[in-house]
């Protein structure tokens, strides 16, 4: 009896594996995303200990870099949108980024903010700030949408889970 199990297990291997290889290279063969966000709030002037959060007081530091006084570094709070895209279609004409967004003390006013694109380029990187008085005077963003898109057709198009 134990050697009919065995038996039938190996049969079935084969069966297995090749699934398993078929799964993997339709993983493999998945469409690579043409935007990519990153988002950081930068909340607090005080730095963050090294200790507790490196990859936090980097990025700190980072935005926070060439502002000496107390006035310089809260002019850099704020949030901060870096849009990776990549124009895998190579698709000619004029190419936009543009982010959509509301800010907590705007109500439903949309608020937008835009850049075009280099014609030569396939990739890059597009950054979007609130910070300075449109932070002090709006708020937090509590929603936003960005979208890539070519004249008026949207070839791609990120968002918060908030955005209506």
């Known amino acids: 009896m134990r050697m009919k199990f065995v038996s039938s297990c190996c049969k079935k291997a084969p069966i297995v594996s090749v699934i398993i290889g078929?799964?993997?290279?339709?993983?493999?063969?998945?469409?690579?995303?043409?935007?990519?966000?990153?988002q950081y709030h930068l909340k607090s002037i005080d730095v963050v200990n090294m200790r507790q959060a490196p990859m936090v007081r980097g990025e700190q530091m980072y935005r926070m870099r060439g502002a000496v006084s107390r006035e310089e570094r809260s002019q850099r709070l704020g949030q901060y949108y870096s849009v990776r895209w990549n124009n895998v279609d190579e698709l000619q004409g004029p190419l936009r980024i543009v982010m959509d967004y509301h800010q907590a003390a705007t109500g439903s006013e949309v608020l937008t903010m835009s850049q075009d694109l280099p014609a030569a380029e396939t990739s890059g990187l597009v950054k979007f700030t609130i910070s300075g008085e449109s932070y002090r005077t709006g708020g937090r963003v509590l929603a936003w949408r960005i979208r890539m898109m070519n004249g008026s057709v949207v070839i791609s198009e990120k968002r918060s889970y908030m955005w209506k």
Do not use: R, W
């Not at 078929?22 to 990153?38: E, N, R, Y």
């Open 22 to 38: 078929l799964f993997s290279l339709c993983a493999s063969c998945a469409t690579k995303d043409i935007m990519q966000v990153k």
